[in-house]
Nanobody, 117 residues
Framework: QVQLVESGGGLVQPGGSLRLSCAVS????????MGWYRQAPGKQRELIAG???????TYADSVKGRFTISRDSAKNTMYLQMNSLKPDDTAVYYC???????????WGRGTQVTVSS
């Protein structure tokens, strides 16, 4: 059973930083992509950063240059370093693992990030 647990969310002032963590338990065989999504009130969930098993990364234009995705395979943990946060970054942030060969998504429960003065 694969489980994902996010942590690190909270309230931060504009211009501040946060680091989200996603701890993955259970075995995922083969290749897969890990990513961070977010969903703001009244909006659809959107992919903001992804990282492959090979370490290649992609970012949404809205976070490029401010957010950095990384992973520590030894700890089975993925991170999202968020800098220069803006009020528009306020959302629930979700950790995701996608195994394309099985067309299977695994999701965490999300962690709230609020950017406000």
């Amino acid at each position: 059973q694969v489980q994902l647990v996010e942590s690190g969310g909270g309230l931060v002032q504009p211009g501040g930083s946060l680091r989200l963590s996603c701890a993955v338990s259970g075995r995922i065989f083969g290749t897969y992509t890990m990513g961070w999504y977010r969903q703001a009130p009244g909006k659809q969930r959107e992919l903001i950063a992804g990282i492959t098993t090979g370490g290649s990364t992609t970012y949404a234009d809205s976070v490029k240059g401010r957010f950095t995705i990384s992973r520590d395979s030894a700890k089975n943990t993925m991170y999202l370093q968020m800098n220069s946060l803006k009020p528009d970054d306020t959302a629930v942030y979700y950790c995701n693992v996608y195994k394309a060969a099985a067309a299977t998504h695994y999701w965490g429960r999300g962690t709230q990030v609020t950017v406000s003065s």
